[in-house]
């Protein structure tokens, strides 16, 4: 109950400050305040001087016009916590203190600044503090006959354009603070007398203004470092360029036409001035002759030839150095040599066995998934390549659209979903592998068809939750420029990357004990005749272990990134990302499928559908029919024969792998027979 009452209390005096009080300079009633010249003299006579008038907590909805007529002797003004939905008349104040300071903060209902606001407050240079307001917009030639030293504007949350004449007709600001605004981009004129830009945490802001518009800007503090290394970037290029003064002409301008020694510095002794008045000169006299000892070197114009370094933070960090995305030149090339290879090559494997009549086995079934799974690595990588080009040169200019929007999102998506798809199917066609020759006598316990459905079921949706656990805020794709997770700042996101390695290291593992157990069971001293079966295995081994030795290196060195012990720059990963994580990709195509001869069987066979290579595909139509009727032969000597004869059923295997080989069948059949 006490509690209460101190609550109740402490509400109740906290309420009665916040009670408007009327300033002695104006006269206030409930649907008026009137701040004029005659109430201003009336309290300069009681109290001397009044130069500050503050207006707090108004109750009303607007402010009259000419509310503050003729208050030469304000030197600073406030409206803050107020109710007030339009923007007060502040024209008619003529206020004539040398540095005028405005402070209209905390006016949620404020929507917008209007044209020609300010513009009859004051000649004076102006302080003007507009933050935490509910504005929206600001109006073209809002700031018209000012003389902005400070413009304050941070903490309007809602704030998304400022016009791009909003400063047409004023001098200045020489400091502007935009921070905390939902602002786009800034206007690209009127810009050209700011020293000092303040946009922290104005995440919206993804573009520069044209940077000739920023040409006086010394120093910058921004969201994004990337717009550091623009700025430093073009601060560094550019030549010089003369101060623009207010009245649009320059100093440095007037004075560029006197001669200057070979270090560019103005030179006392070569000066010269003409006297026409003189009769005994027939020459221009040196200065030391007219003017004696006179000293002429002029400190000020020291400015125009040594323009003091851009200062701006925060600067380019490990993640975001100020280069391109592909960063080196035969980088540039080879990321369009893989792409296209890995585009062509599985596009080609996937029309080949879509439009083939063979018959859907399931090692088919397995390499249409890991041809689908490549191709979106191509497609990922060239994503990067079309923006690499588009932006070369200019990245950081461009790099906080690319990495916050949308394409970088869809690439980095596309970039994990295939690279785990691509994975888990070479595990699974590695099982597949296993268990086709461990049960070969057994063709009851073969995988068929529905099983191997549902295991590529289950790994579509295994990688698809992987992949779009970066698009709900766990890690990030738009931490880098090659728009991968490599965001572990949360222990969350940290936890991701390294489940993603985990899940790489996991399926390498499980390749290398079914390759174990393969060999063990096609080396068997009791069991002959799986010399085919050997082959085909020991090559399949080459391939998958090749596969995992190109992904070694980025293995590791993402492992250690992922511990925040990074052994390598990013500038350099992208070497291993561009030439190691993508290459089998390129490869897997032609090594897997197209260097065989089953598909060389099926495009053939395709093609001559056309009008093309008939007599191969005729060829191998032959040996396709003599091998079934052949397989037939034997299942029946087989079911004839006595249950001595335990020889393993090689063929059956074979047929069912891409890779066979028809003769290989039929001379092992003969044999048999």
């Not at 402490?10 to 400050?17: E, H, P």
């Not at 296209?340 to 080609?348: D, H, K």
């Not at 090749?546 to 492992?559: E, K, N, W």
């Amino acid at each position: 109950m006490r509690i209460s009452l101190w609550i109740l209390t402490f509400a109740m005096r906290y309420c009665c400050c916040l009670n408007f009080e009327c300033p002695e300079i104006c006269r206030c009633s409930i649907k008026s305040i009137n701040c004029n010249a005659v109430t201003e003299a009336m309290a300069l006579k009681q109290h001397g001087t009044y130069s500050r008038l503050v207006l707090n907590y108004i109750r009303l909805k607007s402010i009259p016009n000419l509310s503050f007529d003729g208050l030469r002797c304000v030197k600073r003004m406030s409206i803050s916590n107020t109710g007030i939905a339009a923007f007060p008349d502040l024209t008619s104040i003529f206020s004539l203190e040398a540095y005028f300071i405005l402070d209209i903060c905390d006016n949620l209902h404020l929507q917008s600044i209007p044209s020609n606001a300010f513009i009859g407050m004051t000649r004076e240079d102006t302080a003007m503090n507009l933050y935490n307001n509910g504005f929206r917009e600001i109006q073209n030639y809002a700031f018209n006959g000012t003389s902005l030293d400070k413009l304050v504007l941070k903490n309007n949350r809602n704030l998304q354009i400022i016009h791009k004449d909003a400063f047409s007709g004023a001098w200045g600001p020489a400091v502007l603070d935009v921070s905390s605004t939902a602002l786009e981009t800034l206007p690209s004129r009127g810009l050209q007398s700011v020293h000092m830009l303040l946009a922290r945490s104005a995440f919206s802001l993804k573009r520069l203004p044209p940077l000739k518009s920023l040409e006086n800007l010394r120093e910058a503090h921004l969201t994004y470092p990337s717009h550091c290394c623009t700025l430093l970037t073009w601060d560094t290029r550019r030549e010089y360029s003369p101060s623009v003064q207010r009245n649009g002409s320059s100093y440095c301008e007037e004075h560029s036409s006197l001669p200057r020694n070979t270090d560019g510095i103005f030179s006392r002794e070569s000066t010269t001035v003409n006297v026409p008045f003189s009769t005994n000169t027939l020459r221009p006299l040196p200065v030391e002759a007219i003017f004696g000892s006179v000293d002429f070197e002029y400190p000020e114009l020291e400015i125009c030839q040594s323009r003091p370094a851009l200062q701006c933070s925060p600067e380019a960090d490990a993640f975001n150095p100020c280069e391109d995305i592909a960063g080196f030149g035969f980088l540039r090339v080879a990321i369009w040599f893989i792409n296209i290879l890995a585009i062509v090559g599985n596009l080609t494997v996937l029309l080949v066995f879509f439009a083939s009549r063979c018959k859907l086995t399931v090692p088919r079934f397995l390499m249409c998934h890991l041809a689908f799974a490549d191709f979106c690595i191509g497609v990922y990588l060239l994503m990067i390549a079309t923006v690499d080009l588009r932006t070369r040169g200019y990245y950081s200019q461009h790099a906080i659209e690319w990495q916050t929007g949308a394409g970088c999102g869809v690439a980095g998506f596309l970039s994990v979903f295939g690279g785990e798809l691509s994975v888990y199917t070479l595990c699974a066609i590695t099982i597949e592998r296993w268990h086709t020759i461990t049960h070969a006598l057994r063709p009851e316990r073969r995988l068929g068809l529905a099983h191997a459905a549902a295991i590529m079921a289950v790994g579509w949706l295994l990688c698809l939750v992987l992949a779009l656990l970066p698009l709900v805020g766990v890690s990030s794709y738009s931490k880098v420029s090659m728009c991968l997770p490599m965001d572990i700042e949360t222990p969350l996101a940290q936890a991701y990357v390294i489940l993603l390695l985990l899940f790489n290291v996991g399926a390498f593992l499980v390749i290398c004990g079914c390759y174990v157990r393969i060999y063990a069971a096609v080396q068997h001293p009791e069991v002959p005749g799986r010399t085919a079966d050997a082959k085909i295995a020991k090559r399949m081994a080459v391939l998958i272990f090749t596969d995992f030795l190109c992904m070694a290196p980025i293995s590791f060195f993402a492992i250690s990134a992922a511990f925040k012990v990074p052994l390598i720059t990013v500038t350099n990963s992208k070497i291993l990302l561009v030439l190691f994580f993508p290459i089998n990709s390129c490869a897997n195509p032609f090594l897997y499928v197209i260097f065989t001869k089953a598909f060389r069987k099926d495009a053939c066979i395709l093609l001559s559908s056309i009008g093309c290579c008939k007599n191969k595909a005729h060829m191998y139509r032959t040996k396709t029919y003599c091998s079934e009727h052949a397989r037939k032969g034997k299942s029946t000597s087989i079911s004839k024969s006595t249950s001595v004869s335990k020889a393993p059923r090689t063929v059956t295997w074979l047929s069912s792998f891409p890779h066979q080989k028809p003769q290989m069948q039929i001379e092992g059949v003969q044999k048999d027979t």
